[in-house]
Nanobody
Framework: QVQLVESGGGLVQPGGSLKLSCVPS????????MGWYRQAPGKEREWVAQ???????TYTDSVKGRFTISRDNAKNTVYLQMNSLKADDTAVYYC????????????WGQGTQVTIAS
């Protein structure tokens, strides 16, 4: 069982930045794809970004050029740097981990609230 602990959410004005962090309970980056999802009020959870064990990153179109997913193996932490934030980015953001070999094995963090408002 893997636990994912997110942090870094908060309230920021439009155009501002936030950096989310996710720390897994074990060293899983070598065989897990790490990702971020978000769920806005009244909407379904949507995929935002991911990074494979090999370091390949992909993003949903709405955040390309504004968000960056990265990881620090030494700190066992995955990040989501969010710039040029918009009101539409307001959501609960969830860290996600999926085993690249056994794809049915996946874990979720508890979520962190990101609110963009003036």
């Amino acid at each position: 069982q893997v636990q994912l602990v997110e942090s870094g959410g908060g309230l920021v004005q439009p155009g501002g930045s936030l950096k989310l962090s996710c720390v897994p309970s074990g060293s899983i980056f070598n065989h897990y794809t790490m990702g971020w999802y978000r769920q806005a009020p009244g909407k379904e959870r949507e995929w935002v970004a991911q990074m494979t064990s090999g370091g390949t990153t992909t993003y949903t179109d709405s955040v390309k050029g504004r968000f960056t997913i990265s990881r620090d193996n030494a700190k066992n932490t995955v990040y989501l740097q969010m710039n040029s934030l918009k009101a539409d980015d307001t959501a609960v953001y969830y860290c996600h981990a999926r085993d690249q070999l056994y794809r049915a094995t996946q874990y979720w963090g508890q979520g962190t609230q990101v609110t963009i408002a003036s």
